[in-house]
DNA sequence: TCTTGACCTTCCCACCACTGGAAGCCCCAT
DNA sequence: ATGGGGCTTCCAGTGGTGGGAAGGTCAAGA
């Protein structure tokens, strides 16, 4: 299979692909000619990260991630604290955003918003 | 005065006034020894950028919001309406980030997180 | 006067996770 | 033989800094 096809059937960029090859998240197969050639397990892969980065997951968590699901041996525990880890941060920008929603939508409120200068936006990001 | 002082006053770091000058949102002059010199202005400025920054707006959106700011001929509208825009930008954002935190904290909770192997979240990330 | 140390300068590299584009093979259909 | 699409590699850029090297400048103290 070309990376055409495993791009399609992955939902990946080809370039994406690539990429996922270069920092050794997998290591497809090459034909004589030089094209890569995907195994079914590649797919896999492939679809394993798409969701993981679906869910936020840095790379570098997809990593220990593959690493756990490759390992027959391991403890549900670790994968359950990755997670949870990655659910904290989640947490964590969602409060960022929730407080930067906050004061911008009191601010635009605030905002007559007509064809006069007047505007407690900007007055609100000048001063103390 | 320096970009040390500019830097505390604002607080902004060194390396990202420097940046900010790079990409011309501020034009501070200099001294005849090289030294950048800011006026009270330049700091106003990047206190401003400073603020628009914490509320997530890009560099872009700063530079028009500095060109508004300046506009004694302004039409608060305008400001408005890319403060609005932004808004959405944020929500739209939030909802992202909270479905990616629903389907994650399903799945922890459906995780025993112990020893053995089986693992739901795993499990989701594989298949269909 | 000399030295020390804290500034300042420019320049380049690194980050994250890609994305775009150029130059050039390879393969298949016509 | 030709054309078009797919494939390859490599280089560069994104945003918004941060780190650090190499070197100039300044003020204070011995």
Same mark, same amino acid.
């Given at each position: 299979m070309n990376i055409g096809e495993a791009s399609e059937k992955s939902g990946l960029p080809r370039k994406t692909i690539r990429y996922y090859e270069d920092i050794d998240l997998i290591r497809p197969l090459r034909d004589r000619n030089g094209y890569r050639a995907f195994r079914d397990k590649d797919v896999h892969k492939l679809i394993f990260l798409s969701r993981a980065r679906a869910l936020g997951f840095s790379i570098d968590d997809c990593r220990t991630l593959l690493a756990l699901w490759e390992d027959?041996? &391991?403890?549900s525990a670790d994968v359950r604290a990755l997670a949870q880890d990655h659910l904290a941060h989640i947490d964590h920008k969602i409060q960022d955003l929730q407080s930067m929603r906050a004061t911008l939508s009191d601010l635009i409120t605030a905002c007559?918003?007509?064809? &006069?200068?007047?505007?407690p936006i900007l007055a609100s990001l000048e001063k103390e």
């Open positions: 027959d041996q &391991r403890a007559a918003g007509d064809h &006069r200068p007047d505007c």
